[in-house]
């Protein structure tokens, strides 16, 4: 990036098509990121792996290495890593590893679409629970009342899975309509 010097003597970056952050914006991504992080952690995921999700979440290419990460969040390489594990588990797939060109540095990405990937994988989640339930109802019988509660349950988890298959139709309707890639 060139400079040029301004009367008063204080350097002025002109725009050469490099994005310039100034430390307000760098300000505004943590808060928004801590912010995003805080209402994950609320509702039910770990800390560390909120605030390394929603830093990739965040970045403008959606990928960063765990130096980066560590840097933006001011937190420890194993920090980072045990965050990420937990991230690109197969159960929970937010996350995916890849190399750097050339390196044999691993850089962490967040997938385009992370919502409906990570909710096609739950749907995965919701089938085993469903023979679950379908089993504790055949065990306790569905005229007890635990039975009655389970099957409540697998009903819930069935409409559920109903819902979701025309649900996630409608998304990729949606989002080739309104969201450019």
Known sequence: MSER????????????????????????????????????????MARMPARVFVALLA??????????LGEQLQVSPAAVSGAVRYLSQAN???????????SRRERYRVLDNQWYETLTNRDIM???????????V????????????IN????FFLFLEEQFD???????TYRAEHIRD
């Open 5 to 44: 010097r301004q009367e008063d003597g204080r350097d002025e970056s002109r725009d050469t098509g490099h994005e310039h952050r100034s430390d307000r914006d760098e300000a505004a991504v943590s808060q928004f990121v801590e912010a995003f992080a805080a209402q994950l952690t609320e509702a039910g």
């Open 59 to 68: 970045s403008e290419k959606g990928v960063m290495s765990s130096a980066e």
């Open 92 to 102: 929970v797939n937010m996350v995916t590893r890849e190399r750097e060109p050339g």
């Open 126 to 136: 919701l089938r085993r629970w469903q023979e679950t339930m379908r089993e504790g």
């Open 138 to 149: 055949a065990f306790f019988g569905i005229d007890t009342p635990q039975g009655r509660r």
């Open 152 to 155: 409540e349950t697998l009903q």
């Open 166 to 172: 025309s649900m996630m139709a409608r998304w990729k």
